[in-house]
């Protein structure tokens, strides 16, 4: 006797197998691939990377190699590997340093205009939450770009960046900020 699968039961049970599936597919979040994302660095630093930015901000799967996302999908805090090392600079650098002894230099750029009044001084502050903030390693290779959108510094301080400092570690410092 040979049994033949009722076409019914068969697309029935497949879709109760695919539902959980693309159930996970629905919480990644798009983050733009990085030019070196492939450097083996960057793998250990994603590898390295805490499940959580601090009260809220818990991490999120991505579509990218060399990726991370932390707080809600829609408007993420997001992580690349890889993007394009630093040059020497006048920008904004900044050290920061953990409880641990860990040093991070950041480069810090504001993607938007300062306040109304500031004219071209950058030593004036921005409206909180007015823009979103880029971050991007100074002295490592591979680069590593932590972008912060204007909703999240809106909500918080960006002190959660200390979080990141052992994963940002894993690439070896060659420069520091003056």
């Given amino acids: 006797m040979t049994l033949v699968p009722r076409p019914a ?19 990644s979040v798009g983050v733009a691939v990085a ?6 660095d960057c793998a250990r630093v994603v590898l390295t990377v805490p499940e959580s930015l601090g009260d809220g901000l818990a991490e999120h799967r991505t579509t990218s190699q060399a990726t991370a996302a932390w707080g809600d999908p829609a408007d993420p805090v997001t992580l690349r590997c890889g ?20 040093t991070i230099d950041w480069l810090v750029r504001a993607d938007a205009e300062p306040a109304d009044g500031a004219g071209d001084d950058p030593d004036l502050a921005l409206d909180p939450g007015s823009s979103d903030w880029t971050f991007v390693t ?17 909500e918080r301080s960006t002190s959660f960046l200390d979080a990141l400092s052992p994963a940002i570690a894993q690439v070896e410092a060659t420069r520091s900020c003056l």
């Avoid at 039961?9 to 919480?27: I, N, R, Y």
């Avoid at 002295?139 to 204007?150: K, L, N």
């Fill in 35 to 40: 030019p070196d994302a492939t450097d083996p």
């Fill in 83 to 102: 993007v394009e090392v630093p040059g020497p600079t006048t920008e904004q650098c900044v050290t920061v340093e953990t409880a641990s002894g860990t």
């Fill in 9 to 27: 039961v068969t697309s029935a049970a497949l879709l109760l197998l695919a539902v959980p599936l693309l159930a996970g597919c629905a919480q």
């Fill in 138 to 154: 100074y002295g490592r290779d591979p680069a590593v770009e932590v972008h912060v959108p204007a909703s999240v510094v809106a």
